[in-house]
């Protein structure tokens, strides 16, 4: 077991643990059931140390509650048993030796390095698609008008992607090295697999489809967090941005990254939404003259068709009319 997962659940039972920790362990605890296993009894552990130092310090007293604790619970799978918790034993006693420290020792202020990350930022304009190679080899694919940011030292440590708009993107498997990508206050982890995320701000929703494996999707703002959603392929989650309610469909998720071969897919959609893909599809600026005509939901699905081609559909689709002057779309 990799290390780094002993000092995550030691920040989660510690009720310290960051936003894209938490994402990344709870990914690793729900990727098999030895790892529910390890992560109950290491926490146990982490319990049992954090009971004993609550009460006034007696270490021999302490290290043999922890000790006892441990063995209570060794009637376990023979698999589970090779975990070794000789390892449980010495977290437990790093623990309790830092609870008889000086007290002047735990109260000295000692300064932080403060380090500066240099990102690189991409911005794909209206009317185009654009491939993006990051440096550990996976692809993205970026929709008009959007926008990824990743720090020049991408390849280190965890791989992180900030996101506006929408992107399609197909992540190289590396087990130590989460993939997570940022949309607001949203974010979703991956190991390895291929996923879209539609997260426009104009929209005040955001979209994540699964089309292979396996990725884990939080929610967090400074008044809550929710629990981490797990999606599997063909499976879409649809979050709003401000409150964090999401709702979990069964979609054919080829549609929904279908934009990639200029193809063009709505299901059930209000027409407002409609004209915003439309204006980022052909870098127009549409107008919608009828306010009742905004609410008005269509499903439709174009492929590599003009503008003229779509409108003509989406007016018959809405007993509406259109004109085209120069780079303007205007619906009444």
């Known amino acids: 077991m990799d290390e780094r997962y002993y000092r995550l659940i030691e920040d989660y039972s ?5 936003t894209e920790d938490l994402t990344d362990l709870l990914t690793w605890v729900e990727s098999s059931q030895e790892n529910q296993q390890i992560f109950r009894e290491i926490l146990k552990a982490f319990e049992a140390a954090d009971h004993s130092l609550n009460k006034p310090v007696n270490q021999q007293k302490s290290w043999l509650a922890i000790q006892q604790h441990i063995e209570s619970n060794t009637e376990q799978p023979p698999l589970i048993k090779k975990i070794k918790y000789q390892r449980y034993l010495k977290i437990a006693a790093a623990i309790l030796v830092i609870a008889v420290l000086p007290i002047l020792y735990l109260t000295r202020s000692h300064p932080k390095k403060t380090t500066t990350i240099a990102y690189h930022e991409i911005y794909n304009p209206r009317g185009q698609k654009r491939l993006v190679t990051l440096p550990d080899g996976s692809n993205i694919y970026l929709n008009g008008d959007s926008k990824i940011r990743y720090a020049l030292n991408f390849n280190t440590g965890k791989r992180i992607v900030y996101l506006s708009g929408e992107a399609f993107f197909d992540v ?11 949309t607001g206050k949203v974010s979703t982890t991956v190991l390895g697999t291929s996923f879209n995320i539609n997260a426009y701000p104009s929209s005040g929703n955001i979209a994540i489809t699964v089309q292979t494996g396996k990725v884990g999707v939080l929610f967090k703002d400074k008044r809550k967090a929710a629990p981490v959603r797990f999606l599997l392929p063909n499976q879409q989650l649809s979050i709003d941005s ?3 309610q999401a709702n979990k469909h069964q979609v054919n ?8 071969e200029y193809k063009i897919f709505f299901h059930d959609k209000p027409l407002i939404e409609i004209a915003e893909v439309i204006a980022r599809e052909y870098d127009l600026d549409v107008e919608i003259k009828k306010e009742a005509l905004k609410g008005v939901k269509l499903t439709a699905k174009f492929d590599k ?8 559909v989406i007016a018959k689709l809405s007993d509406s009319k259109y004109t085209i002057y120069e780079n303007k779309l205007i619906i009444y």
């Open 14 to 18: 510690k009720k310290t643990i960051g």
């Open 172 to 182: 190289q498997h590396r087990s130590k090295q989460p993939f997570i990508v940022h």
């Open 242 to 244: 401000s409150n964090g």
């Open 253 to 260: 998720a080829v549609d929904y990254d279908s934009w990639r």
């Open 305 to 312: 068709c003009s503008v003229k081609q779509i409108m003509d």
